[in-house]
């Protein structure tokens, strides 16, 4: 498997509250993707990343804001926790974009309650 | 990246039996990269297709690319439990683009 650790695994957290979820990659890829996962709606994008500080916006954006202040690192934040955010959050990395394949972290559980 | 369709939802059919998922675009694809998500797990990238009428096969598993480069479909002859999961195709342009996925599911 590719080097690319999630953190946390699994977090529960009250409405209101920020979250901060980490995607952290060792193959210095330069594309990193947060998905989120819901029943019936596959993966949606939320955010990407093509560069350090260069990101830009995916189809399910609002209510997130990520950052990447360095190659292996991409933060995603809930600035103030929904319930419709509970979901299972997947980062992804590839190398470049058209033809390269893209590598999954193991996803985290997360619950607003 | 563009929108892609995936047709069905779900699947269930018995062991040995074919399966087949559909991915579809109003528009023509650059390439189209294939993933399996068994449950619980992450997506594994299976193959990705990159020319107008291209066919691969990894042992049972059979992809095709359409000729006008709009269409693919993952064809898998006599299943196995081992096939359970969700089958993605992904728009390979930027951003990595997902369709909604097929869940098989096997009954032995």
């Known amino acids: 498997d590719a080097g690319i650790t999630q953190s946390p695994r699994h977090k529960v957290t009250e409405t209101g509250t920020p979250v901060t979820l980490r995607c952290h990659q060792t193959e210095n890829h330069r594309y990193m993707y947060w998905y989120r996962q819901d029943p019936g709606h596959g993966l949606r994008l939320i955010h990407y990343s093509y560069g350090v500080k260069d990101t830009d916006k995916g189809e399910v954006s609002d209510g997130y804001s990520v950052s990447r202040s360095k190659t292996e690192d991409f933060l995603l934040t809930l600035e103030s926790a929904t319930s419709s955010q509970t979901s299972v959050y997947f980062c992804?990395?590839?190398?470049?974009?058209?033809?390269?394949?893209?590598?999954f972290g193991q996803g985290t559980r997360l619950t607003v309650v | 990246g563009q929108q892609v369709m995936q047709i069905p939802q779900y699947q269930h059919v018995q062991e040995g039996e074919d399966f087949t998922t559909y991915c579809n675009s109003s528009?023509?694809?650059?390439?189209i990269q294939w993933y399996k998500q068994r449950p619980g797990g992450h997506p594994v990238f299976l193959i990705q297709?990159?020319?107008?009428?291209e066919v691969k096969k990894q042992k049972r598993l059979t992809f095709q690319f359409g000729e006008a480069k709009k269409n693919s479909s993952l064809h898998i002859t006599a299943t196995q439990t081992t096939d359970v999961g969700t089958y993605f195709c992904?728009?390979?342009?930027?951003?990595?683009?997902f369709g909604k996925g097929t869940r098989l599911s096997v009954i032995a």
């Open positions: 297709l990159v020319k107008s009428g």
């Open positions: 528009t023509t694809l650059s390439n």
């Open positions: 992904a728009d390979r342009d930027t951003p990595l683009v």
């Open positions: 992804a990395i590839s190398g470049g974009h058209r033809g390269t394949e893209a590598f």
